[in-house]
Every structure is written in structure tokens, then in C-alpha cells.
């Protein structure tokens, strides 16, 4: 099942890259901020929740999910540093850091995570809406214990506001 996920998360990554290479038609609009559904598979489970993306400056972003999963409620806030792709408009490449707490719903111990990602972000030309997919592996720290989870993605959807506007 594991090895399912991860192969479903990799083919929409290069589902989405080819969308956005193969498309001539799309012109360069962004957005400013985006809300949306995340989906973090692989590794430890599935979590689902929402989630907000908010550009501070062109290439510059901040991202917050509040994510559950069987016995798991995750808090997470990163860091995004973007940059279009050549020649596929409307398609960045991405790089981010952050942290995550990870609350078990029963009586286990608060966990904290440092999660980095490295993804693909793409915004619809004719829809205010947003694609992205990444991989994000997670370092979990808790108790003197040290979790390295290396097989996490994320998938998810965003409605744009602001979109077509320049952050």
C-alpha cells in the first residue's frame, strides 16, 4: 500500500509538470493567496486538511496547514522560495522549511518535525485556481527519539484569490 501512494504522488507530479510544459496557451498569471486542500501521503499515514498559501513577495511565500489523520492532528508552517519554469508559463518550481507539531489524539506525547519540501506549483490560466505537488519528508523530534520519514508528498488543490494579480 505504501509503495501505491507513493507511486500515485510521483505520477501527479509528472502529470502536472506536463500540463505545464506541454501548454502554450497559458499566459503568466499568479495570485497573491490561495486556500485549499492539502494532501500529505507516504511515510506514517494520510493527513488531509486545509491549508493557505500567501505570496509576501514574488518569489516569496508562506504556507500553513492544519492537517488530521488516524490518531494524528498536525500543525505546519513553512517557508516557500519559488521560480518560474522556462518556457512552461504559469508553472514555479519551488523549495520550502518549516516546522510541524504533531498531536496524537490519545495520550501520546506532543511530537515536533522540521519539514522541508521541494515541489512544482500550477496556476490554471483561465480558472482562479491553483495545482501543486511536492515532495516534503519530515524529521520528527520527540522525547530523545528521532523519526526520519522520507517517503512524503503532498498533493493538493487551491482556490486563488487575488488571482492575476502580481504578489
Not at 492539502?38 to 508562506?62: E, M, R, S
Not at 514555479?92 to 522549511?97: R, S, T
Not at 530523545?144 to 494579480?165: C, D, K, P, V
Amino acid at each position: 500500500m505504501k509503495n501505491f501512494k507513493i507511486k500515485i504522488a510521483l505520477q501527479v507530479l509528472f502529470f502536472l509538470a506536463a500540463i505545464g510544459i506541454g501548454s502554450g496557451s497559458v499566459n503568466a498569471q499568479t495570485y497573491k493567496t490561495g486556500v485549499g486542500l492539502l494532501i500529505d501521503v507516504g511515510d506514517g499515514g494520510t493527513l488531509v486538511g486545509p491549508h493557505i498559501k500567501h505570496f509576501f513577495q514574488p518569489n516569496h511565500a508562506g504556507e500553513a496547514s492544519l492537517q488530521f489523520g488516524t490518531g494524528l492532528t498536525v500543525l505546519q508552517a513553512m517557508y516557500q522560495y519559488h521560480q518560474p519554469i522556462s518556457g512552461a508559463e504559469g508553472l514555479q518550481w519551488y523549495l520550502g522549511l518549516g516546522g510541524a507539531l504533531f498531536f496524537p489524539n490519545n495520550s501520546g506525547s506532543t511530537h515536533f518535525g522540521i519539514v522541508p519540501a521541494a515541489g512544482i506549483d500550477y496556476k490554471i490560466s483561465s480558472a482562479p485556481i491553483s495545482l501543486f505537488a511536492d515532495w516534503r519528508p519530515k524529521f520528527l523530534i520527540s522525547d530523545g527519539q528521532n523519526e526520519f520519514l522520507a517517503a512524503r508528498f503532498g498533493l493538493g488543490l487551491r482556490f486563488n484569490l487575488n488571482a492575476g494579480s502580481n504578489p
